[in-house]
C-alpha cells in the first residue's frame, strides 16, 4: 500500500510557526476522521500529539493543533521550541484491505 | 501507570522465524485492539496489522504475504507478533501500539531485530 505524502523537511526559528502537510486520497485521507500525528525524536518510539484529526491527548501543549481540508490534513506547531525538533509522521485509515496508513514523514528542524 | 513492554532484541538468518512479545500493564488487556509497527533504519513508519484482543480477529498489510502471524494470551495480558521466512529488509525496530481514537496511544519500547546471515 502506498504512503501518504509529506514533505522531507520543515523548519523554523524559535517562536515561529511551521504546518506540515500529509496528502492521500479518497481512499483514506479524504473520507477518514481519524487522521492522527505522531512526534518520534531519534531512538525513541513515536509519541501520539494528534488524533481525531484536530484532538489532543491529555499533555501534549496546546500549540500543536491539526486540520484536514479534501485529501489533505495539516499539523501545526505554533511558538516552535528546540523540543519541538523531530519527525513528525501522520496516519490515516484506509478503506479496502488497506485497513491503515503511515506518511512519509517530516523532519522538523528548529533554526 | 498504561505500558506496553516488548521482549529484547533479536538476531536471525535469513529464512528463520522471530516471536516478538508484547506485555501490557496498566489498563484493561482485551477492551483495546493492539498494532504492530515496524520501522527499518532511517526509514519511515509501516503499519504491519493488528488484533482484537477481545475476539483475536486480525488485520494484516498486504505486502506481508501471509508471513506474519498475531496472538494474544489474555491470561498474561501479552500479544505476540512472528514473522516467518525472515529476509534481509525485514531488519527492522518491531513496535507494538494500543489503538485508541482511531490512532495509536501508546507505544511499547521497540525492538530491534536483525536479519543478517
Not at chain 2, 52 to 74: E, F, I, S, V, W
Request: hydrophobic share 30%; glycine share 10%.
Amino acid at each position: 500500500q502506498s504512503a501518504l505524502t509529506q514533505p522531507p523537511s520543515a523548519s523554523g526559528s524559535p517562536g515561529q510557526s511551521v504546518t506540515i502537510s500529509c496528502t492521500g486520497t479518497t481512499r483514506d485521507v479524504g473520507t477518514s476522521n481519524s487522521i492522527s500525528w505522531y512526534q518520534q525524536h531519534p531512538g525513541k518510539a513515536p509519541k501520539l500529539m494528534i488524533y481525531e484529526v484536530t484532538k489532543r491527548p491529555s499533555g501534549v501543549p496546546h500549540r500543536f493543533s491539526g486540520s484536514k481540508s479534501g485529501n489533505t490534513a495539516s499539523l501545526t506547531v505554533s511558538g516552535l521550541q528546540d523540543e519541538d525538533e523531530a519527525v513528525y509522521f501522520c496516519s490515516s485509515f484506509a478503506g479496502g484491505n488497506i485497513f491503515f496508513v503511515f506518511g512519509t514523514g517530516t523532519t522538523v528542524t528548529v533554526l | 501507570q498504561v505500558h506496553l513492554v516488548q521482549s529484547g532484541a533479536e538476531v536471525k538468518k535469513p529464512g528463520a522465524s522471530v516471536k516478538v512479545s508484547c506485555k501490557a500493564s496498566g489498563f484493561i488487556f482485551t477492551a483495546y485492539i493492539l498494532s504492530w509497527v515496524r520501522q527499518a533504519p532511517g526509514q519511515g513508519l509501516e503499519w504491519m496489522g493488528w488484533i482484537n484482543t477481545y475476539n483475536d480477529y486480525t488485520d494484516y498489510a498486504q505486502n506481508l504475504q501471509g508471513r506474519a502471524t498475531m496472538t494474544t494470551d489474555p491470561s498474561t495480558s501479552t500479544a505476540y507478533m512472528e514473522l516467518r521466512s525472515l529476509r534481509s529488509d525485514d531488519t527492522a525496530v518491531y513496535y507494538c501500539a494500543r489503538r485508541n481514537w482511531g490512532g495509536m496511544d501508546v507505544w511499547g519500547q521497540g525492538t530491534t531485530v536483525t536479519v543478517s546471515s
